[in-house]
């Protein structure tokens, strides 16, 4: 018989409390849950970046594109901007999958797209940057 701090005899013990309770069963942890969970995130961010044009809001954006173009295109480098600011709280409150339905379901306008440079600067120039709230 396995000792009572064994996981074995723990894993074993939960189980019957639960049946014992007329709890149901819980599902085994399955990796690819986690991975669908993972890709639906990165896709929501996909239709974010489409919804929010694609590229660099920026109009000063100094980002220079392989084809001649100025504004940033790189997916790795854009981020959510909240236009009139207080981005960092909202996102406190809500889930990183939460906080993308909302900018897809955004009609007001208030999100824009700008690359991790501008969005500094942005940052800088309105004060959102170096508050005790940060």
């Given at each position: 018989m396995a000792s009572?701090?064994?996981?074995?005899?723990?894993?074993?013990?939960?189980e019957a409390r639960r049946l014992s309770l007329g709890l149901p069963r819980v599902r085994a942890y399955h990796k690819r849950d986690v991975t669908r969970h993972n890709q639906s995130a990165k896709d929501l961010r996909v239709l974010v970046l489409k919804k929010l044009g694609g590229k660099c809001s920026?109009?000063?954006?100094?980002?220079?594109?392989?084809?001649?173009?100025?504004?940033?295109?790189?997916?790795?480098?854009?981020?959510?901007?909240?236009?009139?600011?207080g981005g960092k709280q909202e996102l406190k409150k809500l889930s990183r999958r939460a906080y993308y339905?909302?900018?897809?379901?955004?009609?007001?306008?208030?999100?824009?797209?700008?690359?991790?440079?501008?969005?500094?600067?942005?940052?800088?120039?309105?004060?959102?940057v170096g508050n005790s709230s940060e």
């Open positions: 009572h701090s064994s996981p074995e005899y723990q894993r074993s013990w939960r920026n109009p000063a954006c100094q980002w220079l594109n392989a084809d001649g173009t100025r504004g940033c295109t790189d997916e790795r480098c854009l981020q959510v901007d909240h236009i009139n600011g339905l909302k900018v897809l379901n955004d009609v007001l306008g208030l999100y824009q797209l700008l690359c991790a440079n501008c969005n500094w600067i942005k940052r800088h120039e309105q004060k959102e």
